[in-house]
């Protein structure tokens, strides 16, 4: 709960980034949680470490293939940084990690949404379409 302490440190968040820890948990979870987890699709736009040129107006980067491409165990040189997005064929949750945030969203369904809350290495918070959300 926010406000409360906890054994983890989280230290500050990083933009466009997720420690490797956290990420094998939160596709741990996720994995579990779709019929396609070996049939992905990851978008990299241009921005924070995505091997594209940031200067030349806005670009995408498309992949497809495990859930774990993200860790990097599964993913060629010529894919580097976290996906934008990413999400399993049949769309039963996405992710969300924006360039120039330092938050990554989950959008899932109740059940996801409880699990990942319950998970005590991840800092989760419950959010809705009508929460605004600003960058500190």
């Given amino acids: 709960m926010p406000g409360e302490s906890s054994e983890h440190d989280y230290g500050g968040p990083i933009e466009n980034e997720l420690p490797d820890t ?3 948990t939160l596709i741990r979870i996720l994995e ?4 396609t987890p070996t049939d992905c ?3 990299w736009v241009n921005g924070v470490d995505s091997g594209l040129p940031d200067n030349v107006g806005y670009r995408i980067k498309r992949a497809a293939g495990p859930c774990r491409v993200v860790t990097g165990m599964e993913c060629s040189d010529a894919l ?3 996906p934008s997005v990413w ?3 049949d769309r039963s949750w996405i992710v969300v990690t924006q360039v ?3 938050s990554t ?3 899932c369904d109740r059940e996801v949404l409880a699990e990942l809350v319950a998970e005590e290495s991840l800092e989760v918070f419950e959010v809705s379409r ?3 959300l600003e960058r500190d």
Wanted: net charge neutral; no cysteine; glycine share 8%.
């Fill in 105 to 107: 969203f989950v959008g």
């Fill in 87 to 89: 999400w399993p064929l």
């Fill in 22 to 24: 956290q990420m094998l």
């Fill in 41 to 43: 699709t990851f978008l």
């Fill in 32 to 35: 579990a949680r779709t019929r």
């Fill in 80 to 82: 580097k940084g976290l």
């Fill in 100 to 102: 120039d945030m330092n």
């Fill in 130 to 132: 009508d929460d605004l």
